[in-house]
């Protein structure tokens, strides 16, 4: 549903947004065209590709009876890449390594600079493992080490840096804690207990790339959700000091930091989410993950979760909570 609520105020600025909606994104809209989802023609209420991602996922992890080795994952990204509709707006990390497996080159190619082994630091350091890990974390309740090994193996090959490995470890564990039964305290201590689990993981099987450290900028939001006293002024506070875009060292760190923010209140963390301005819905979708996974439906307002269904009714989501469900109860 965060994902839904964020799609028609991607890209925009906290200003904009507010005028728009007199205030925080409260319910669902209709996205407009300088949107992403407006120029797909999605519907009021509708997916993107985050949520989608997260779904093939679920799906994958569900066939292969709870674990995915990284050929079982690869071949579930493909199959989104070629099957859904909403891979049209996949994200850069992801698109260049699609295109590489499509036409049968070696991933590890994609961003390399010259003759040398070094890549662009802009290749594989964006938030698209982080935005559809949740349901690794959903398998392994209070199982924080489990979560992050196989959030580890949905990082390859496209997001196989210290910055997004980290940040997807970081969403994988506080899920897990969080379906778990735990206090808010302990979701935010599991996401950073998982952030340094996902940097060691890089550290020895991945690259470790220049830029922002993504810990740092998670505690860092965390302060700033701590020290705020207005809705406005936290977004905004967010925004400049950590950031909203699409590097996983700024999103997701947001996402934690509303969540903290918003005590974990469901709505609240997704509304407050859509209205931060830049990558509305992958902040919208993580936050949300983690908020639902705490909460559950039961805490939604009916209506606007009767609707979400209704639009999205392609996706089988009582069949995919049962099969969680199912690996989840094994697991713990």
Known sequence: MGDALGAPTEQWTIAEIAAAHGGLVRGFVQPPDDTFAGANHG???EVTDDASQMYYLAEALIAADGTLDEAGWVACLLRWADTSPKAAFMGPSTAGIVQALREGRDPAGVGVIGTSQRKMTTVGVTNGAAMRVAPAGLLHPGRIEAACRQAFVTCLPSHDTDVAISAACAIAAATSRAVAGAQLTEVLDAALQGACIGEALARDAARVVAGPSFLARTQMALRIAAEAHSDLAFLQTLEREVGNSVHAAESVPAALGVLAYAQADPLRTI??????????????????????????????????????????????????????????VRNA
Do not use: H, K, W
């Open 43 to 45: 519907l009021r209420a």
């Open 271 to 328: 509304s407050l989410c859509a209205s931060v301005g830049n990558d509305t819905d992958s902040i919208a979708t993580m936050a949300g993950a983690i908020a639902g996974a705490m909460a559950g439906t039961a805490a939604l307002p009916q209506d606007l979760l009767a609707e979400f269904r209704q639009v999205n009714a392609a996706y089988r989501l009582d069949d995919m909570a049962a099969g969680l469900a199912r690996l989840a």
